[in-house]
């Protein structure tokens, strides 16, 4: 897991906005790598502040919050790439960009911000979601906004203990990774 200083240093090492973005949407809204790839210009809905996932996991629609920063963030990209028909689009316009560019994009970052953890995307998305639950987030909510079908998924971020300083989560990475599949 990500503290939320590790994931504040990653999502803002890069100097190239488009990986800043991409890395800055899986965090804020909980995405999987396949769905954050699969959006496109229209799923935002920022009138609303939602963020509309189509066939995500599951074959399950779904629409999750974001903030006014990461609107901001969305626009400042828009109007810097122009994307035609995905809304992160690979080396030729209208291609889709791909998985593995996409965690190259994540390494780059670790190396930049100094965090010597063996993260993947999907530690990311897992952050968000216990961070969510350290700050007293309905871990049926939380069950809502990653899309997740059985509450025992969701449940195994619950494997946290209270101690005197603040939450300390008692599972390890291959707990977290197995329980995620």
């Given at each position: 897991?990500?503290?939320?200083?590790?994931?504040?240093?990653?999502?803002?090492?890069?100097?190239?906005?488009?990986?800043?973005?991409?890395?800055?949407?899986?965090?804020?809204?909980?995405?999987?790598?396949?769905?954050?790839?699969?959006?496109?210009?229209?799923?935002?809905?920022?009138?609303?502040?939602?963020?509309?996932?189509?066939?995500?996991?599951?074959?399950?629609d779904r629409m999750v919050p974001i903030s006014d920063k990461v609107?901001?963030?969305?626009?400042?990209?828009?109007?810097?790439?122009?994307?035609?028909?995905?809304?992160?689009?690979?080396?030729?316009?209208?291609?889709?960009?791909?998985?593995?560019?996409?965690?190259?994009?994540l390494k780059f970052s670790l190396n930049l911000a100094n965090v010597?953890?063996?993260?993947?995307?999907?530690?990311?998305?897992?952050?968000?979601?216990?961070?969510?639950?350290?700050?007293?987030?309905?871990?049926?909510?939380?069950?809502?906004?990653?899309?997740?079908?059985?509450?025992?998924?969701?449940?195994?971020?619950?494997?946290?203990?209270?101690?005197?300083?603040?939450?300390?989560?008692?599972?390890?990475?291959?707990?977290?990774?197995?329980?995620?599949?």
């Open positions: 897991m990500l503290s939320k200083e590790e994931v504040a240093a990653i999502l803002s090492a890069s100097p190239n906005l488009k990986h800043r973005t991409m890395l800055s949407l899986i965090y804020a809204c909980g995405l999987r790598r396949s769905e954050l790839l699969a959006l496109t210009p229209s799923s935002i809905d920022s009138k609303r502040h939602m963020l509309v996932i189509l066939y995500a996991k599951g074959k399950k609107i901001g963030m969305l626009r400042e990209y828009y109007k810097a790439y122009r994307p035609k028909v995905w809304l992160f689009e690979g080396q030729e316009p209208g291609e889709p960009y791909s998985e593995t560019s996409l965690q190259k994009v010597n953890k063996p993260a993947t995307l999907h530690w990311l998305r897992h952050s968000y979601a216990t961070h969510l639950l350290e700050s007293g987030t309905d871990l049926r909510y939380i069950q809502e906004l990653l899309g997740h079908k059985s509450s025992r998924t969701t449940g195994a971020i619950n494997h946290c203990r209270i101690e005197p300083n603040g939450m300390m989560c008692t599972l390890n990475a291959a707990t977290i990774h197995s329980a995620y599949r």
